[in-house]
């Protein structure tokens, strides 16, 4: 697997990890979800505080949602389209005014029962992820676009590998 493929895979596990969160705790407000470096994070403003002894849940669905996954699909939505799909959602709202200014739309991607705002960059086929690729690994507190005067939102990060052995050398390095 490439560098590309890589990225790819890793943001497609954040889509993934969005969607066994809204699974669990539907009224939690998604807002942005990229790879980074040896994984993927997304934040989240949930109604009750969650802890790390949730993320084994969160991980459990993840697991059972990825084999309903195939592919990734794009659509392309008016501002106002795109903000129905979120109501009550300031964080979306945002993304979505700033992402329209010049009246553009934007894009939307689905896979499963799960689509979200996104500019895309995903695995071609979810089938060829590894199951035990990933692992979800902490939470911490994020503001909304990284500035103090905004909300505290929960991040959950995530590793995530091309192969479960690759993973598993990466978190004994870890600990070493």
Known sequence: MNN?????????????????????????????????DNGFYFDFEFSKPISDDDLPTIEAKMREILPTWQTFERSELTADEAKKEYPGNKYKHELINEFTADGSTVSFYKSGDYWDLCRGGHAENMQSIDPDSFKLTKL????????????????????????????????????S
């Open 140 to 175: 911490a507190g994020a503001y909304w676009r990284g500035d103090e005067k905004n909300k505290m939102l929960t991040r959950i990060y995530g590793l995530a590998f091309a192969t479960k052995a690759e993973l598993e050398a990466h978190i004994l390095a870890l600990r």
């Open 4 to 36: 590309e493929e890589l990225q790819n895979m890793r943001h497609s596990l954040a889509h993934l990890l969005a969607a066994a969160v809204m699974q669990l705790y539907p009224d939690a407000k998604r807002t942005i979800g990229p790879a980074i």
